[in-house]
Structures are given as C-alpha cells and as structure tokens.
C-alpha cells in the first residue's frame, strides 16, 4: 500500500495531504520528506499540513481532512489494535513486535531506515567526565528489567548511542532539514 502511494505521488506530487503533528521539520515530517525523495520525488512538492497535536492529527484523518498521516507507532497503537487505521509503513529495519502486518519501507521498494529517537541533553559545559558518567548511568540502566519491559511494551527500538555517536547521527539529521 506505502508503494501504491508513492506511485500516486510520482504522478502528481501535490495530490495527497500528509499530515503530520506538532512541528515542520519534526522527525515524522522528515521521515516521510526521506521516503518521497528516495521514491524519486520532490518532497517540496508534497502538500504536507502541519496540526498542533496527535489527537488532532488522527481527528483530521478520520474525517478525511488528510490524506494520510506520518507519526510514530507509539502514538497510533491503541488505534491500530482497535482496527481504527491500517498502517501503511515502518521505517525500522525490520516489522515490529505487535506490527507483523505493517511491512518496512525497504521490503516497498524504499530504502528508508529511520530511526525516531528521544535524547538525553544536559547544558553545554559539561564536562568529559559528567558525560562519561551519563553516558554509563544510561548504559547501566538501559540493562534493567524495568526498562526491557517498558520497550517491549511500547515497541520501540533498544538502540542507546553514547554521546560521541548520538552527537553524530543528531548533526546529520540536523543539516537534512
């Protein structure tokens, strides 16, 4: 179905209205910008509509004021168990844990992995040994039973980058806005 829309898109960009919540250049708005110009599209072309929140989001696509709609998996879970929206995508690497009928973009044609992450900020003189210790602190905790329950539960990914590495694929996303 993810291809289907992209061939529709190919043929006339501005056709469908993606929405997205609560920010332009947010990573549920880039992720979708990354998918349409991996399909060969421009994504400025796209006719995206911003709205202030999820439920917000999810009222315009139930009464057909988008097209379809970009978030997290997360956000849409209780809908998708209830069979109140069919999901077209991931951008993981593989289908999700609960999500086995939610095919990747990559197994649609797309090449798209894209990692919707949260991070850890602390203010900018922190020194070497503070980040170290925080790098280690997560590391512990991300070990805990507590936490491999809480990403079971909500699906997510375990991916846990210590600072060198987040500070790296953060700046990349940065300059693809």
Known sequence: MGRSCYTHLRKKPDSLKIG???????????????ATE??????????FLKFDSADDLFQALIDHEVDAATTTITEVRHDYEKKRLKLVATTTSQRLDGFEDVPT???QGIPLIFSHWRGVM???QMSQ?????????????????SWKKAIKAKGLDKSLYEQQRGKGLYGRSIKAI
């Open 20 to 34: 997205f919540a609560p920010d332009f250049g947010n990573d549920d708005q880039i992720s979708f910008a990354r």
């Open 38 to 47: 991996m399909a060969g599209i421009d994504p400025y072309r796209i006719q």
């Open 105 to 107: 973009w990559k197994e």
């Open 122 to 124: 602390g203010p900018k």
């Open 129 to 145: 040994h503070e980040v170290r210790e925080w790098d280690q602190l997560l590391q512990k905790m991300t070990k805990t039973k």
